[in-house]
């Protein structure tokens, strides 16, 4: 069993950044792909970026040249920088493992899930 916990979320103006992290613990990450995905009020949850085992990677479009998912194997997380934030990145934001490897954009493909951190961006 994965257990994810996201941590680095809070309440920042446009235009700030923040760092979240995801801690894996229960089992090595390394081989697992691993997706950011959020949620926001009245919305549908919705993908954010992915990272396969290689450590290639895909980005949401409204977040490509903002938003960059690493991993750190060494120390079993993921991490998603964000800068230039803006009102509508607004969310609960979700870590995410899937047992592919292959870092999908689909979220039907993830088993294990985070329990989420907020984020939120004022104007």
């Known amino acids: 069993q994965v257990l994810l916990t996201e941590s680095g979320g809070g309440l920042v103006q446009a235009g700030a950044s923040l760092r979240l992290s995801c801690a894996a613990s229960?089992?090595?990450?390394?081989?697992?792909?691993m997706g950011w995905f959020r949620q926001a009020p009245g919305k549908e949850r919705e993908f954010v970026a992915a990272?396969?085992?290689?450590?290639?990677?895909d980005y949401f479009d409204s977040v490509k040249g903002r938003f960059t998912i690493s991993r750190d194997n060494a120390k079993n997380t993921v991490n998603l920088q964000m800068n230039s934030l803006k009102p509508e990145d607004t969310a609960v934001y979700f870590c995410?493992?899937?047992?592919?490897?292959?870092?999908?954009?689909?979220?039907?493909?993830?088993?294990?899930w985070g329990q989420g951190t907020q984020v939120t961006v004022s104007s």
């Open positions: 990272i396969s085992w290689s450590g290639g990677t």
């Open positions: 995410a493992a899937e047992a592919y490897g292959l870092g999908s954009k689909r979220i039907q493909q993830y088993k294990h």
């Open positions: 229960g089992r090595t990450i390394s081989s697992y792909g």
